[in-house]
Antibody
Framework: QVQLVESGGGLVKPGGSLRLSCATS????????LSWVRQAPGKGLEWLTY????????YYADSVKVRFTISRDNAKNSLYLQITSLRVDDTAVYYC????????WGQGTLVTVSS | DIQMTQSPSTLSASVGDRVTITCRAS??????LAWYQQKPGKAPKLLIS???TLETGVPSRFTGSGSGTEFTLTISGLQPDDFATYYC??????????FGQGTKVEIK
């Protein structure tokens, strides 16, 4: 079954760190660009970062490029997002997505940053 | 970075109506534009890629047009299942991809 499943979200205090994971199955993982997109409560979609199949190309939105790091493990068919110095305005559902543009999405994982 | 501006932000329509959503890019993105549909609590669904290419399984009442900086999504004969929020996204090239702010299509 072709799918993306995010995990790693939860309640975190401001200033903390988090590593989100996206486990994939059912397709040739290394063939695809993968992205992270987030959506704050009641807000629109915000593209955060993408990574090429060989990890050679990585780009970030200006708003997150200092604190967010995307990576992938092609042996484990998994995508990751490391977030540091979490802020209240990082509270959002974080989605991983496959392709350029994103034709396949996970169900999202909720990150809540609050003291 | 390329900015995407969608209009309107909200659109009230009735079943059977023809509706049009516009997306403007701050610089030319050729045809590298996608349209997504999102329903509450769900992940976005890709409807159209490369400005005009309908994804498999998407009803033909959805039509995309445009190139360069001006793009439109038209829904011909709005159905109850179409009430949702729609986003455009440019994926022209490196380094960044950008979403529009979204258009909510609601029942009149």
């Amino acid at each position: 079954q072709v799918q993306l499943v995010e995990s790693g979200g939860g309640l975190v205090k401001p200033g903390g760190s988090l590593r989100l994971s996206c486990a994939t199955s059912g397709f040739s993982f290394s063939d695809y660009y993968l992205s992270w997109v987030r959506q704050a409560p009641g807000k629109g979609l915000e593209w955060l970062t993408y990574i090429s199949g060989d990890s050679f190309t990585k780009y970030y939105a200006d708003s997150v490029k200092v604190r967010f790091t995307i990576s992938r493990d092609n042996a484990k068919n998994s995508l990751y997002l490391q977030i540091t110095s979490l802020r209240v305005d990082d509270t959002a559902v974080y989605y991983c997505a496959r392709g350029r543009p994103a034709a396949l999405w996970g169900q999202g994982t909720l990150v809540t940053v609050s003291s | 970075d390329i900015q995407m501006t969608q209009s309107p932000s909200t659109l009230s329509a009735s079943v059977g109506d023809r509706v049009t959503i516009t997306c403007r890019a701050s610089q030319s993105i050729s045809i590298w534009l996608a349209w997504y549909q999102q329903k509450p609590g769900k992940a976005p669904k890709l409807l159209i890629s490369k400005a005009t290419t309908l994804e498999t399984g998407v009803p033909s009442r959805f039509t995309g047009s445009g190139s360069g900086t001006e793009f439109t999504l038209t829904i011909s004969g709005l159905q109850p299942d179409d009430f949702a929020t729609y986003y455009c996204q440019q994926y022209n090239s490196h380094p960044t991809w950008t979403f529009g702010q979204g258009t909510k299509v609601e029942i009149k």
